[in-house]
């Protein structure tokens, strides 16, 4: 009987053994789409500095590998990472690190070869895009891994996560010009624009999740929410956002004031956004498919649209915008 329960349980344990699609399925190479964020970085750098690269398509292929193959290194420990606390999540409890037994040996050598991958070509590019990315994969490590995991503080977690999206842009500017940087302003823009999107995700998680399993669930799937309370995370997302349009407003009217045009839709984007990530079962839990989101995606087309055709349109009465003036309401003596 003993030895029949013993083959038993070594059935059983093998069958649970993570298999090699396991590990493929822990880079999360699904969330690709993220990397859309790349998108305005080139742009941008096309606009204010035109092409200085000697060759943009190979820039393009090695920005676009350094891109995916850091942010699936980072999912890669942090799916591993965080396989204990996911076990309590209502979806994220069907992960094949939660589901499987995984080798963190297995792991490291999966993070070491997609960061080994990134950062080559990071090197082969240019030396800004190896700086930015040894601060992408920097980021992952500093997230994940105790004794830092700024992942467990609020606020911190929310603002050490959205950090990715300026290196995004980042990595697209460099494509075209790898002698410079995006200026600050717009910089900190992408970035309090992805803490925005980051805080609507928990905002929806933790709605959705004290609903119909508790608080206390969800402060065992992740530790920062231990600190946060509804009407908090809602504040924290409107000050993200106001941050975020803040600092593209002078992004804006320092480089072309005819873009100030654009922020209201932008503004409207925003509470677009807010409004989904309220909703019941929200794709904002899930930004990697926000492309279902068809409401979603006529607003960024709008936007892009109102962009291009201001790109190319003078507003000569904007001017006065850009110096001191004052409504004259009666002449002075």
Known sequence: MTQALGISLASSDALNRANWPDYVSIARLDHVTKHVFIVPGVLLALLLRGVRSESVVSMAVLGLVVAVTIASANYAINEY????????HPTKSARSAVQRTMSGTLVFAEWLALLAIGLCAAWAA????????????SQGIFYNV??????DVPYLDVLSEAVNNPFRLMIGWAMLDPSTLPPSSIILAYWFG????????????????VASHGKDLLARYRKSFSGYTEISLTTSVLIYAMLSSAFLGVFLVKYRIEYLLVLPAIILLFGKYLALSMGPGSTAQKPERLFRESGLLVMVAFVSMLFAVFTFIDVPSLDGLTSQQFIAISRGD
Do not use: C
């Open 81 to 88: 990472l965080d396989r204990e606390s996911d076990k309590h």
């Open 126 to 137: 240019s030396l800004t895009m190896l700086i930015i990315a040894l601060l992408f994969a």
């Open 194 to 209: 992805g803490a925005f999107l980051m805080g609507a995700k928990r905002l929806s998680e933790y709605r959705e999740i």
């Open 146 to 151: 105790r004794p830092i995991r700024t992942k």
